[in-house]
């Protein structure tokens, strides 16, 4: 499956954006989600995800209250609404898919199999 993100750019603090996730080649019921983000000198980290079954969402503890992560089986694409940014969210955010993901693997960036190419959000103080 080929992951297309998109949505990220310049925002000031406090404002929004919602990143998109486009899948294709594969069939988008299948798959769990997650988003990853990555500031300069930093690793990897986990922001939010969801199994196939989209019964629970996950979020990492700093964007919680602020962050929504959700899909579109019929568009066949993954949100994320950030909401209440922050200088901190400042970083290239990443799509990641892998078929039958199981919960406890969501935040584990080595548990996918596909990754979108990423895009850049910066948000100014």
């Known amino acids: 499956v080929q992951l297309q993100a998109s949505g990220g750019g310049l925002v000031q603090t406090g404002g929004s954006l919602r990143l998109s996730c486009v899948a294709s080649?594969?069939?988008?019921?299948?798959?769990?989600f997650g988003w990853f983000r990555q500031a300069p000198g930093k690793e990897r980290e986990f922001v939010a995800g969801?199994?196939?079954?989209?019964?629970?969402?996950v979020y990492t503890d700093s964007v919680k209250g602020r962050f929504t992560i959700s899909r579109d089986n019929a568009k066949s694409t993954v949100y994320l609404q950030m909401n209440s940014l922050e200088p901190e969210d400042t970083a290239v955010y990443y799509c990641?898919?892998?078929?039958?993901?199981?919960?406890?693997?969501?935040?584990?960036?080595?548990?996918?199999?596909?990754w979108g190419q990423g895009t850049l959000v910066t948000v100014s103080s």
């Open positions: 969801f199994t196939r079954s989209s019964n629970t969402m």
């Open positions: 990641a898919a892998k078929a039958g993901i199981i919960y406890s693997s969501l935040g584990i960036p080595t548990s996918y199999d596909y």
């Open positions: 080649g594969g069939t988008f019921s299948r798959y769990g």
